[in-house]
């Protein structure tokens, strides 16, 4: 069983900056795609980003591009993610998401189906 542990959330100004951790317990970390959804207050879960194994891809959700960044230290395991310029629509429960069974090779996938492990959450408040 693979356990995703969220961190870092917390309340930030518009304009302000936060980073989000998450460690990971699977044995094949360094071969998991990792990625982070969010989900607001009566939203659908949304993606925000992903990562290939070993930092060479990232892929990001166009609202988010240019202000938050995705991570990873393998030997931690353990993925983050920079957040930017925040703003009100920022404002969410941030999950982390492990797919195990991808090829290297394989593409990112923006979609949570595709992701077989989540972590709890973590709460995210932007205020204006």
């Known amino acids: 069983q693979v356990q995703l542990v969220e961190s870092g959330g917390g309340l930030v100004q518009a304009g302000g900056s936060l980073k989000l951790s998450c460690v990971g317990s699977s044995r094949t970390f360094g071969r998991d795609f990792m990625a982070w959804f969010r989900q607001a207050p009566g939203k659908e879960r949304a993606f925000v980003a992903a990562?290939?194994?070993?930092?060479?891809?990232?892929l990001y959700a166009d609202s988010v591009k240019g202000r938050f960044s995705i991570a990873r230290d393998n030997d931690k395991k353990t993925v983050y993610l920079e957040m930017n310029n925040m703003n009100a629509d920022d404002t969410a429960v941030y999950y982390c998401?492990?797919?195990?069974?991808?090829?290297?090779?394989?593409?990112?996938?923006?979609?949570?189906?595709?992701?077989?492990?989540w972590g709890q959450g973590t709460q995210v408040t932007v205020s204006s």
């Open positions: 990562i290939s194994r070993s930092n060479s891809r990232t």
């Open positions: 998401a492990a797919d195990t069974n991808k090829i290297i090779t394989a593409p990112l996938s923006a979609t949570p189906d595709s992701y077989d492990y």
